[in-house]
């Protein structure tokens, strides 16, 4: 069975940080490109960061770059994502996915999904 787990969600202040991770199961790892998304209430989701399967390829949304470091440990099968200068326009529930091919932003080509971990900014 194909699992993805978030974790690493909270409450926090804005210009504070937060690392989020995601732990995968039942496919194998190092063949998939990983994802991060975000969906904020009453907004689509959309594609913040991605790590490619093989090569390390990252590719981030530009509002976040600089903010935000997306890192893989293929032999724990985990992705991180390192969230620093938070602001509070990034509350949303946080999804990791799971795509077998090259990196992409966009939800619609992704194959798997975790259940998301709820990130809260405060002002």
């Known amino acids: 069975e194909v699992q993805l787990v978030e974790s690493g969600g909270g409450l926090v202040q804005a210009g504070g940080s937060l690392r989020l991770s995601c732990a995968a199961s039942?496919?194998?790892?190092?063949?998939?490109?990983i994802g991060w998304f975000r969906q904020a209430p009453g907004k689509e989701r959309e594609g913040v960061s991605c790590v490619g399967s093989s090569d390390g390829n990252t590719c981030y949304k530009d509002s976040v770059k600089g903010r935000f470091t997306f890192s893989r440990d293929n032999a724990k099968n985990t992705v991180y994502l390192q969230m620093n200068s938070l602001k509070p326009e990034y509350t949303a529930v946080y999804y990791c996915a799971a795509r077998k091919g090259t990196v992409s932003l966009t939800p619609g080509r992704y194959d798997f999904w975790g259940q998301g971990t709820q990130v809260t900014v405060s002002s």
């Open positions: 039942g496919f194998t790892f190092t063949d998939y490109s």
